[in-house]
């Protein structure tokens, strides 16, 4: 065998094992080997042999030459013209296609030309290739494209190139159809993002020089494949033709044509914005009729194709034609296809083709307004087949599920041009107004018809995806809004006779043995999750009440659907309280929350619509706001008795609690109401069952939270009364007795009782933004009941339930919106820190003698803790309502025993772990962000570990990928260093403060230049979005490392590829371009404008810097 040879079977196995591999191993090895073997010169990993050590398993004798990308390129040609594998083939693509995105700007002129024709050549050498390969190679023709369309002029007639296939066989044609629908699919919306003006820029030659004469070819292809023009040898080949010509139609349609994004153009609301010069076509009743015959005569899944290209066409903007005549004649035809359809049912039978055509007609009536269809001869009876399909495809729920969106969206559509098209005939307006009251009452009939089928055949029930379920009530209710008053009354002949089967079936619980029967529990949960759709449609009327109205009809109408709920839900009521959690139906309780969400929405904003109490207060005594909160906060409170262990159920209905609070003036009114203020006054009564709940503890935060707000909605609520209000929580902490020793606090139903009256006073805690109202929690609760915080954190310390303490720490030390700014004689925000001092260092002891090996339990047992005492140090330091400067006066040794904690807490966790654990990570770098402000620079003495362990989070930090991370470590090495410039500029005589600091930046050289290089390197090679954030540290350091900013800017010239050094050099020296070398702000703002500045030109340019390692500095 020739050398040639023995390479072909050696990169062939290779490949196999990267695709096929036995192990995930051998495909490791095998891809590294790969890698090496054929480099990109992009990054690191592809640096390929010059740039790096070869991997274990490499044939040396085998490798090809290779010391540029031209090379690459020319390697991976040999490889795919020898051999027939197509494993190779994929990875040879593939490469290319890094290859050409990578370096494309270094490959000379015949290179690029040479690789786009072999590409062409060997396609058509190989009608055969598997059709993935062929989409491969398409897509690297879609690069070369892309990148060279400006410069080389060949590369702007790829229709041109693609003939010779098109006038071939019939395999070779079914090539040049792949080729071009991919290469339309990846001009459309390129895969890398680099140089992006330039690709729009190509992509939108590509849009005005070949789609047209691309999409023409394809239509050609439609009609001869439609007149049996093409001979094929068999069905199979002919199916292909077929499918390759319409997903080439397709994409052509999809075509981003504004040039924004690439998948506006799909968007079901969107408008395909065809070119002018696609009118001709577009004005062809022979396009539209094709189009339609297609349909008729392909097979599935074929025909559902064709009703995607249909979708996309009858999507046109209006001003593509160049009269109302023609528009209106490309309107006609779309009216009268979709009516053929219609009539025939072509293709219905088909679930991709339904679905299809029901966004069919939701686009078409997206972009053609309604007027334009009104004045349409046939209007009538086609709006007619429409309602017909519409209400047969409601029934139809079973078999299509997703199709009833788009079918009340077109209805919602028609619906909304109906108020501002004044001018409609009177006979379209009464056809209208008919169907949508019939449309109402279908969909509604079906979904109360459907309960039954869902749960004996266990199908999925739309009332379980409560997000999307009220997504498309809401455009129900936009369709019964119409004919308001005859879609209610309809609603309400559906509602009344279910409403007396309900009423006659709770007068069957009084007995006994009715009850214990699986017929009467059937019949009742059938019942009750029928009124769950009744409830959840009259709450999607409420809400789309339009805000202005000229009639009081619709406000009484609604009052009368509101006093129907109203009702319902007092005979369900009756049975809760008769038979408490027996009966429960979580579906219907979901039902009544959402509708007291809209009729929120709607009714209770800052003015009164008192119509809407017109028939509330005639039936069941309810004429005014405070009434109707009344009665939404006795079901809120009925939910939190008796869905004590439905997390689902408590948060919802805790969230609408939540929303009555917002809004001055209905705040007022909900404080007043009768049952909030039993709730205020019992709020910790044993009915409120889910408060005992394990599972409840995030809900009852929640709640603590919404009785702080109403508590103090009163303005000037008095001590006396807040203190009244905190009574509960005093007996709670003196039910425990005597809490004299650590045994005490570690009895396990003292833990308990403890937890949670801490997690309900950071619930109670975190809403309070008044500086007046935190005083009153805090001297309610300083100094008695902090001194059993500390004690029960030193006692717990450091099992986990500790957590909760620190977490209600944490949240008391807060200074969120100036809360604590004290009086300048008081002392609270020293003592505050003092307190915070003791728990940190109760629980640190404790933690830091605790091993956890265990990979899944180390953040709870261990650095959850820790990271809840970086936040309470953060924002000490942060909050600015504490004189650090008295501790040191008075020498209390409060502020360095916490940071000597902190230090050795720090110390405590592995590099490597405190990057694991993201919220480990945020909360120790805002608190370096925090103390380095100041703090950190005045300890007296800090270890050289210490050092080198900071300076190695700050580089771990800055190279994380989350954003909040990388912005407080940049943030933290700003204040380092900027304090080191300061402290370097002061006078010899005068002795700096933070000395350790200076003194170990002499020891340790090599600590700035590392981490200048590691910011160097993220602003010149990483893709990132933080550039503003990294500039700023990188600023000062090179203030403080001038000489290795020099050499290491050589360095990265002297590593970048011959034909790019100059054009790099001249971009990095204007980094520094009017910088006077001080520390400034606007010497800081400059350099970060010259590195965006930078950065820009390199995209622009299509230039990738090649890193290099640091050691070589």
Request: proline letters at 4%; charged letters at 20%; aromatic letters at 12%.
């Amino acid at each position: 065998m020739s050398l040639q040879d023995d390479q072909t079977a050696y990169y062939a196995t290779l490949c196999e094992q990267l695709y096929n591999p036995k192990t995930s191993n051998e495909h490791d090895q095998a891809q590294k080997i790969l890698e090496y073997a054929f480099p990109t010169f992009a990054d690191e990993a592809g640096g390929g042999v010059a740039a790096q050590a070869p991997p274990g398993g490499v044939n040396a004798q085998l490798m090809f030459n290779i010391t540029s990308p031209t090379d690459s390129a020319s390697a991976l040609r040999v490889l795919l013209e020898n051999s027939p594998s197509p494993y190779v083939h994929t990875f040879c693509l593939s490469r290319l296609k890094q290859l050409v995105q990578a370096q494309f700007d270094l490959f000379n002129g015949n290179t690029k030309l040479q690789l786009r024709s072999f590409l062409l050549e060997f396609a058509y050498m190989h009608p055969q290739l598997l059709p993935f390969v062929i989409a491969q190679l398409a897509s690297v023709l879609a690069s070369l494209t892309l990148l060279g369309w400006a410069e080389i002029e060949a590369y702007r007639n790829i229709y041109e190139d693609i003939q010779s296939f098109l006038q071939a066989s019939v395999e070779h044609r079914l090539v040049g159809l792949r080729i071009l629908g991919t290469l339309v699919q990846d001009i459309n919306a390129p895969s890398f993002s680099r140089n992006s003006a330039k690709l729009r820029k190509a992509a939108g030659g590509f849009r005005d020089t070949q789609l047209l004469p691309i999409f023409e070819m394809a239509f050609e292809t439609l009609e001869q494949l439609l007149h049996r023009a093409i001979p094929f040898d068999n069905p199979e080949q002919e199916n292909r033709m077929k499918d390759a010509t319409l997903t080439l139609l397709i994409r052509c349609l999809s075509y981003d044509f504004v040039g924004t994004s690439g998948d506006e153009a799909g968007e079901d609301f969107g408008t395909v914005q065809i070119p002018a010069s696609w009118r001709p076509l577009f004005e062809s009743p022979n396009f539209t009729n094709t189009l339609f015959s297609a349909y008729r005569e392909f097979p599935v899944p074929l025909s559902s194709k064709v009703m995607e290209c249909l979708v996309q066409v009858v999507s046109v903007r209006k001003a593509l034609f160049t009269s109302d005549s023609g528009r209106a004649e490309f309107v006609q035809r779309i009216m009268q296809g979709t009516r053929d359809i219609m009539v025939t049912a072509q293709g219905m039978s088909d679930a991709n083709n339904y679905n299809e055509f029901c966004r069919l007609l939701y686009r078409f009536r997206a972009t053609a307004p309604l007027n334009e269809m009104v004045e349409k001869p046939g209007y009538i009876e086609w709006i007619s087949l429409v309602g017909e399909f519409s209400l047969k495809a409601f029934q139809s729920w079973k078999w299509a599920s997703n199709t009833a969106s788009y079918i009340l969206g077109f209805w919602s559509r028609i619906v909304q041009s109906m108020t501002y098209y004044q001018r409609l005939n009177e006979q379209a307006v009464k056809k209208l107004d008919e169907l949508t009251v019939e449309l109402t009452q279908c969909y509604v009939l079906t979904m109360l018809e459907s309960v039954s089928t869902i749960r004996e055949e266990m199908l999925e029930d739309p009332l379980d995806n409560e997000d999307t379920l009220i997504e498309t009530l809401n455009m129900l209710g936009h369709i019964a809004r119409r004919q308001y008053e005859q879609s209610t009354s309809t609603f309400v002949g559906i509602f009344d006779p279910i409403a007396l089967q309900y009423q006659e079936l709770i007068t069957q619980a009084s007995s006994s043995a009715a009850l214990s029967t699986d017929d009467f529990k059937d019949a009742l949960e059938i019942i009750e999750t029928k009124f769950a759709w009744l409830v959840y449609i009259a709450g999607s009327f409420i809400g789309n009440r339009t805000a202005f109205l000229t009639s009081d009809s619709p406000e009484e109408i609604d009052s009368l659907l509101t006093t129907k709920v109203l009702q319902l839900m007092d005979v369900q009521q009756l049975l809760q309280a008769q038979h408490g959690s027996t009966f429960l139906n979580q579906k219907l309780d979901q039902a009544f929350i959402f509708f007291f969400q809209q009729f929120r929405k709607s009714y209770m904003g800052d003015s009164t619509v008192r119509e809407i109490y017109s028939k509330t207060s005639q039936t069941i005594g309810i004429s005014e706001h405070a009434a109707m909160l009344n009665v939404i906060v006795r079901k809120i409170a009925a939910n939190l008795q008796y869905w004590a262990d439905n997390e689902v159920v408590i948060r919802r209905s805790l969230e609408l609690f939540h929303e009555l609070t917002k809004g001055h003036n209905l705040l007022k009114h909900l404080r007043n109401a009768e049952t909030t203020q039993l709730i205020l006054q019992n709020y910790t009564s044993s009915r409120f069952t889910f408060l005992e709940h394990e599972s409840q503890q995030h809900n009852r935060e929640l709640y603590y939270q919404i009785l702080c707000i109403l508590l103090f909605a009163e303005d000037h609520i008095r001590e006396l009364e807040f203190h009244e209000f905190m009574r509960p929580f005093a007996a709670r902490f003196d039910v425990l007795g005597p809490l004299d020793t650590i045994e005490s606090f570690q009895q396990e139903p003292v833990q308990r009782a403890l937890r949670d009256i801490f997690i309900d006073l950071r619930g109670f805690l975190s809403p309070i933004q008044d500086r007046r109202n935190f005083l009153y929690f805090f001297d309610w609760f300083h100094p008695d009941y902090m001194a059993i915080l500390l004690r029960a954190i030193e006692a717990w310390s450091p099992d986990p339930i500790v957590n909760t303490l620190l977490n209600f720490l944490a949240e008391f030390v807060h200074n969120k919106n100036q809360r604590l700014h004290f009086e300048v004689s008081s002392p609270n925000g020293i003592l505050m820190f003092r307190d915070a001092n003791q728990a940190i260092c109760s629980f640190g002891r404790k933690i830091l003698e605790k091993q956890v090996t265990d990979e899944s339990s180390k953040y709870p047992y261990k650095y959850k803790g820790i990271a809840l005492c970086f936040a309470i140090l953060a924002r000490c330091f942060g909050g600015n309502y504490i004189n650090f400067g008295i501790f040191w006066l008075y020498q209390d040794k409060a502020i360095d025993e916490s940071l000597d904690m902190m230090i050795r807490l720090m110390l405590n966790i592995p590099i490597k772990d405190l990057m694991e654990f993201p919220k480990l990570a945020r909360a120790y770098f805002t608190m370096l962000e925090e103390v380095s402000r100041e703090q950190l620079m005045l300890l007296p003495n800090v270890t050289p570990e210490t050092f080198l362990y900071l300076m190695q989070a700050f580089e771990q930090g800055v190279e994380c990928t989350e954003g909040v991370v990388r912005g407080h470590a940049c943030s933290a090495i700003y204040n380092i260093c900027s304090f080191v410039v300061k402290q370097s500029q002061q006078l010899p005589r005068q002795q700096p403060k933070g000395y350790w600091l200076m003194n170990y930046m002499n020891q340790y050289p090599h600590i700035l230049p590392s981490l200048l290089a590691t910011l160097f390197s993220l602003v010149l090679f990483d893709e990132n979005h933080d550039q503003w954030a990294l500039s700023r540290p990188l600023y000062v350091l090179i203030l403080l490392q001038r000489e290795y900013t020099s050499k290491y800017i050589n360095q990265i010239i002297e590593n970048q590829l011959p034909e790019r050094q100059e054009f790099v050099s001249k971009a990095l020296g204007t980094l520094m371009e009017g910088i006077t070398w001080v520390l400034s702000a606007k010497d800081r703002e400059l350099f970060t404008q010259h590195v965006s500045a930078f950065r820009r030109e390199l995209r622009l340019n299509n230039v990738v810097l090649v890193p290099f390692p640091t050691t070589s500095l």
